[in-house]
T-cell receptor, first 112, second 113 residues
Framework: DAKTTQPTSMDCAEGRAANLPCNHS???????VYWYRQIHSQGPQYIIH???NNETNEMASLIITEDRKSSTLILPHATLRDTAVYYC?????????????FGKGTHLIIQP | EAGVTQFPSHSVIEKGQTVTLRCDPI?????LYWYRRVMGKEIKFLLH????????ESGMPNNRFLAERTGGTYSTLKVQPAELEDSGVYFC???????????FGSGTRLTVV
């Protein structure tokens, strides 16, 4: 699976949009971008995934650049409960190695 | 629907003892995964079951770890004998297929003293 690079930490004001970047310059054509988060003391939580088109669900939006070398996870109206470590993971969907490769992620802190 | 359930939530055992962790996946999910995070390290994949069969166990650290999934329902992860470096949080996840996201349990915090 391709390697990803994320900032170590970010701050965002409550109520504002949180934009979390991820670089994956070595991504292959059949690799998807997945986002998970881990709120303190809980198990990781799936957020969203995409291939090349932008995706949106009830939790977040995923914007993938046209060359697919980077992406941004957007939490439109961040709340204090969104404080967590966010992981950007690139993997082949339904194939390849089975395990998710969690890096260090981005520690997002929502400020009141 | 009920989520992924792990038991126990915490376990403290002495070095050399045996511990068995249990995971109940979401009903109907054929895929079951084990992960762990040891202190200060990243979350690491251990193994993947499809129903009762081990699909990939490349992440299992050594032969002190044994995972089973009898009947393709719940799974157990046994550590025998436990060592100090086995301390960490063990997560289980399940999915209906490998295409979407996984649902993780809350984890079992294992402390070996």
């Amino acid at each position: 699976d391709a390697k990803t690079t994320q900032p170590t930490s970010m701050d965002c004001a409550e109520g504002r949009a949180a934009n979390l970047p991820c670089n994956h310059s070595t991504i292959s054509g059949n690799e998807y971008v997945y986002w998970y988060r881990q709120i303190h003391s809980q198990g990781p939580q799936y957020i969203i995934h995409g291939l090349k088109n932008n995706e949106t669900n009830e939790m977040a939006s995923l914007i993938i650049t046209e060359d697919r070398k980077s992406s941004t996870l957007i939490l439109p109206h961040a709340t204090l409960r969104d404080t967590a470590v966010y992981y950007c993971i690139v993997r082949v969907k339904g194939g390849g190695a089975d395990g998710l490769t969690f890096g260090k992620g981005t520690h997002l802190i929502i400020q009141p | 629907e009920a989520g992924v359930t792990q038991f126990p939530s915490h376990s403290v055992i002495e070095k050399g003892q045996t511990v068995t962790l249990r995971c109940d996946p979401i009903s109907g999910h054929d895929n079951l995964y084990w992960y762990r995070r040891v202190m200060g390290k990243e979350i690491k994949f251990l193994l993947h079951f499809v129903k009762e069969s081990k699909q990939d166990e490349s992440g299992m650290p050594n032969n002190r770890f044994l995972a089973e999934r009898t009947g393709g329902t719940y799974s157990t992860l046994k550590v025998q004998p436990a060592e100090l470096e086995d301390s960490g949080v063990y997560f289980c996840a399940s999915s209906h297929d490998r295409l979407g996201g996984y649902t993780f349990g809350s984890g079992t915090r294992l402390t070996v003293v």
